[in-house]
Nanobody, 126 residues
Framework: QVQLVESGGGLVQAGGSLRLSCAAS????????MGWFRQAPGKEREFVAA????????YYADSMKGRFAISRDNAKNTVYLQMNSVKPEDTAVYYC???????????????????WGQGTQVTVSS
């Protein structure tokens, strides 16, 4: 399994930017698809973005497309989520997850991920 630790969360004003990082330990990072999910208070966890093992394929939730960008550096065992033009509704705990596969033909779901980080809080003020 992969152990995951998120960082980079915090307080940001609406319209600003934030970059989340997820450091992974374990030999399987470079062969696993990676994803970001978020959960706001009182809401279910939702998919944000994912990236294939090679970094060549990315997947986004419709509401984040064009504002968020996922990337990975397999040499550093790290996956990133660049968040631009943030909105108050982006406020949530953001979780990093490692997939049970390296590639998905369709947008993956939370059930496709078998390792999860503890989460990092992102708060967007209006």
């Amino acid at each position: 399994q992969v152990q995951l630790v998120e960082s980079g969360g915090g307080l940001v004003q609406a319209g600003g930017s934030l970059r989340l990082s997820c450091a992974a330990s374990g030999r399987t990072f470079s062969s696993a698809a990676m994803g970001w999910f978020r959960q706001a208070p009182g809401k279910e966890r939702e998919f944000v973005a994912a990236i294939s093992w090679s970094g060549l394929t990315t997947y986004y939730a419709d509401s984040m497309k064009g504002r968020f960008a996922i990337s990975r550096d397999n040499a550093k065992n790290t996956v990133y989520l660049q968040m631009n033009s943030v909105k108050p509704e982006d406020t949530a705990v953001y979780y990093c997850a490692a997939g049970s596969s390296g590639y998905y033909y369709t947008r993956p779901r939370s059930a496709d991920f078998n390792s999860w980080g503890q989460g990092t809080q992102v708060t967007v003020s209006s």
